[in-house]
């Protein structure tokens, strides 16, 4: 999709840390780390937000999480552990509208979500 970072990030037409990739996902480093380890795992697909998600996406949806499993593993935090999130909509300040995970950890995370 036209002007949106992630979909420019995913064709390889803007720069990234990628950490993984393969047919539907790409996962990179946040710009703007919130913890030590910090990557964001993206559908290649251009999905707006949660809201998008259809019932033809779920093997999209096992892919964001089943990346995140593996990259926490190569990362060295799969028994220390992490913390998963998907913002969606302004509520939750979602501020880059292509539907993404953000895979945090490294340290201990505060223990409140809201
Ligand atoms: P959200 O608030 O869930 O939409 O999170 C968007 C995330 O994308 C933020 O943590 C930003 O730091 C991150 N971000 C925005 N642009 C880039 C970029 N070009 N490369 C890597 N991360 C980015
Ligand atoms: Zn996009």
Not at 7 to 14: E, M, S
Not at 36 to 55: D, F, N, T, Y
Not at 66 to 85: F, Q
């Amino acid at each position: 999709m036209e002007d949106c970072i992630f979909c420019k990030i995913a064709a390889g037409q803007a720069p990234a840390e990628v950490l993984y990739q393969d047919d539907d996902v790409i996962a990179f480093a946040d710009i703007s780390p919130m913890a030590p380890v910090h990557a964001l795992i993206v559908p290649k697909k251009h999905l707006a937000s949660v809201e998008e998600i259809g019932a033809d996406d779920s093997e999209v949806v096992s892919c964001l999480i089943m990346t995140a499993k593996r990259l926490a593993r190569e990362l060295g935090i799969s028994n220390s552990g992490y913390r998963l999130v998907i913002n969606s909509g302004p509520d939750a300040t979602q501020a880059v509208p292509h539907l993404h995970m953000h895979l945090l950890g490294g340290r201990p995370l505060e223990p409140k979500l809201g």
